[in-house]
Nanobody
Framework: QVQLVESGGGLVQAGDSLTLSCAAS????????MAWFRRAPGKERDFVAA????????SYTDSVRGRFTISRDNAKKMVYLQMNSLKAEDTAVYYCASGGTTWAIPRRVYEYDYWGQGTQVTVSS
């Protein structure tokens, strides 16, 4: 089992920055990747970014590439999402997820087994 707890969400203005944190506990070594997904109002849960625990390889969805950065601290079992130049369309509930068992970085919801409760990010324009 893996437990995930997100923090760092809030209300910001367009153009601001925000950093989300995800604290992982349990058998984190049983899964190869950590990811951030988001669910905007009335929409499906979408992939944002992911990182491989071992080699730090990353993957981003096109809409956030260059603005968001995912990183991890293996010793602390923490994953972060640094979000810069935030836009109104980034408003969503952001979820931390753990999954994958190979070197490939999963990008689909069904490829992740463990999820946090989510943290709300609201960007006012």
């Amino acid at each position: 089992q893996v437990q995930l707890v997100e923090s760092g969400g809030g209300l910001v203005q367009a153009g601001d920055s925000l950093t989300l944190s995800c604290a992982a506990s349990g058998r984190t070594s049983s899964r190869s990747a950590m990811a951030w997904f988001r669910r905007a109002p009335g929409k499906e849960r979408d992939f944002v970014a992911a990182i491989n625990w071992i080699d730090g390889a990353t993957s981003y969805t096109d809409s956030v590439r260059g603005r968001f950065t995912i990183s991890r601290d293996n010793a602390k079992k923490m994953v972060y999402l640094q979000m810069n130049s935030l836009k109104a369309e980034d408003t969503a509930v952001y979820y931390c997820a753990s999954g994958g068992t190979t070197w490939a970085i999963p990008r689909r919801v069904y490829e992740y087994d463990y999820w946090g409760q989510g943290t709300q990010v609201t960007v006012s324009s």
